[in-house]
């Protein structure tokens, strides 16, 4: 399994960022994801999840109104667009199993893509 994190950077309070995510090994269509992240010195935490259809879609309370969760099934991969960024969303992202333990059984783990909000 072969997981991709794209699409992070330096962006200033307030700004927007598009992160992709593209999977290949496992059918990607069978399973719920998530995105999850991790800032230095704390535990990774998934901020945003989506059923495997797309149908529906969970946020923790401090992202959700700012980030938006997707899925192309047909391309195999998943994004999420972050809105109105704040200083607190900085941290690598990681994209994955909605399971984070059975991400971790398995190691379904990308090399992730930093995310840095600062002016």
């Known amino acids: 399994v072969q997981i991709v994190e794209s699409g992070g950077g330096l962006v200033q309070p307030g700004g927007s960022l598009r992160l992709s995510c593209a999977i290949s090994?496992?059918?990607?269509?069978?399973?719920?994801m998530s995105w999850y992240r991790q800032a230095p010195g704390k535990e990774r935490e998934a901020v945003a999840s989506?059923?495997?259809?797309?149908?529906?879609?969970e946020y923790i309370d401090s992202v959700k109104g700012r980030f938006t969760i997707s899925r192309d099934n047909a391309k195999d991969t998943m994004y999420l667009q972050m809105n109105n960024l704040k200083p607190a969303d900085t941290a690598e992202y990681f994209c994955?199993?909605?399971?984070?333990?059975?991400?971790?059984?398995?190691?379904?783990w990308g090399q992730g893509t930093q995310v840095t909000v600062s002016s």
């Open positions: 994955s199993h909605a399971d984070q333990g059975f991400a971790n059984r398995r190691g379904y």
């Open positions: 989506i059923t495997r259809a797309g149908g529906r879609t």
């Open positions: 090994g496992l059918r990607f269509s069978d399973y719920a």
